[in-house]
């Protein structure tokens, strides 16, 4: 009975995620109704060159796909995984990214063996970092285009930005793990009295409580220290290639809509809203529309073409949205899998 309690807990938890995510791209899309009437304007005009549009679909794909190569590489060590289960984990972690602070965490870690979830955040930090990376190189070729800093200025940048991360390759498997110390190596002093014994008591739980949060935070440090140069090039390689097709992704779109930029400056806009995005307060997925709007107004109306915000909410519902709802319907179907 009480397995059968835990199981219908389960699922009802799962279908509530779910729901959860639905409801937020709902308001998501619901909040932005003005541009209704233009985004349905640029898809009618897209549906001229189906041929592009299929291909833009496809490098969402493609870009996934890269996302969970680079997943299955940096948790090989503690589970071994195909390339579909990682793509599983990275979509599931997605969906529940939309309304949990550590949803990302959690989904990605629902297809590694129970006793090693925890320790995944160490490989999450390095994912983060090294796409963060890549994102900021390419930044860096947006700035410098966009304010004219000149060929010097610019050689400098690109290459302190690169001698850094040869720097970090270099000497980021030389951390070591410190030992902390543990609850009973300090002593509690207080009065021997029942409240006195309660306090002590409390004061060890806390003690204990921390001592695990400092332990696990030291192991998943320790374990992103431990890759190997090659893992870690092989990474930033799949990190080079995602930047890419959402560059290609950019380029084609602006192309089959027949707006009036040139190619030069669609990669200069795209580099500039890819690195804001990534250095905003409010980062990743949880990023809200407006403020993806206002940056992509801003960059690329200075650069000559203001009706680039329908190109960014359409990339949105294609490279996020859409992976959103499979990730929570395929949430469902784990659940579903775990009651049979």
């Not at 835990?6 to 109704?33: D, G, R, T």
């Not at 972690?93 to 629902?110: E, Q, V, Y």
């Not at 990534?278 to 997925?285: E, K, N, Y």
Request: hydrophobic letters at 50%; proline letters at 1%; one cysteine or more.
């Amino acid at each position: 009975m009480k397995k059968n309690t835990q199981k219908n807990l389960l699922k009802f938890f799962n279908i509530v995620l779910m729901a959860l995510a639905w409801f937020y791209l709902y308001s998501q899309i619901k909040n932005h109704q003005s541009f209704f009437s233009q985004i349905t304007d640029l898809w009618n005009e897209l549906q001229k060159n189906r041929a592009t549009l299929f291909i833009i679909f496809v490098l969402m794909l493609i870009n996934w796909i890269l996302e969970a190569k680079k997943w299955q590489i940096l948790t090989k060590s503690l589970a071994k995984i195909n390339l579909l289960q990682s793509l599983e984990s990275v979509w599931i972690g997605l969906s529940l990214a939309t309304f949990l602070p550590l949803g990302n965490f959690l989904g990605r870690a629902k297809n590694l063996p129970k006793k090693n979830r925890f320790d995944s955040a160490g490989a999450l930090v390095i994912n983060g970092g090294l796409q963060f990376w890549v994102t900021m190189l390419g930044g860096i070729f947006g700035i410098s285009q966009f304010f004219e800093l000149g060929n010097y200025l610019t050689f400098l940048f690109f290459a302190f930005w690169i001698l850094l991360y040869f720097v970090g390759l270099c000497f980021y498997n030389k951390w070591s793990l410190v030992r902390t110390p543990t609850t009973a190596n300090l002593i509690v002093v207080g009065e021997d009295t029942k409240n006195g014994r309660a306090r002590k008591n409390k004061i060890v739980r806390q003690l204990k409580f921390a001592e695990k949060v400092i332990i696990w935070l030291q192991k998943n440090l320790y374990f992103a220290s431990q890759y190997s140069q090659k893992d870690i090039l092989k990474t930033t390689f799949f990190a080079l290639l995602r930047y890419g097709v959402f560059s290609l992704q950019m380029i084609l779109i602006f192309k089959a809509a027949n707006f009036s930029l040139s190619t030069e400056k669609i990669i200069v806009g795209s580099s500039l809203l890819f690195a804001a995005k990534s250095v905003l307060p409010v980062g990743g997925f949880l990023v809200g529309l407006s403020v993806r709007e206002a940056t992509a107004l801003y960059f690329f109306g200075t650069l000559g073409e203001e009706k680039v915000v329908t190109i960014t909410f359409l990339l949105w519902i294609i490279n996020i949205g859409l992976p959103v709802l499979v990730g929570s319907f395929l949430l469902l179907k784990n659940a579903k899998r775990k009651n049979e």
